[in-house]
């Protein structure tokens, strides 16, 4: 409302995105993956969607569904015989969400 002196402060970016981290870090605490993970998918998708134009609502359904895939991915690797793993299953699962984003933000486009 207009003069009813119960404007609301405006939220800066390091707020959102500090309130952002604690609900994806409560997230993945659920999944088992750690704080840097989290961060590096949060930014990698942050990026992209910043690229493309995507809403906040959309950048952060695409944080969660990178989450659940690197667990995916994770989960898959450790299940392989030890001669069939990767190097690290982490980075493996990285490089594919920098694609997987990449390849989503074209496609909002």
Do not use: H
């Amino acid at each position: 409302m207009a003069g009813s002196g119960t404007e609301v402060p405006a939220i800066t970016n390091d707020e959102r995105t500090a309130a952002e981290m604690r609900g994806l870090l409560g997230f993945a605490r659920g999944l088992g993956l750690d704080e840097a993970t989290v961060r590096e998918i949060y930014e990698a998708v942050g990026r992209e969607a910043a690229a493309a134009g995507v809403s906040d609502d959309d950048r952060m359904a695409e944080v969660g569904k990178q989450m659940l895939t690197t667990v995916a991915q994770s989960r898959e690797q450790a299940l392989r015989p030890p001669l069939a793993r990767a190097p690290s299953a982490t980075a493996c699962s990285l490089q594919s969400v920098t694609w997987s984003v990449a390849s989503w933000c074209r496609s909002l486009s």
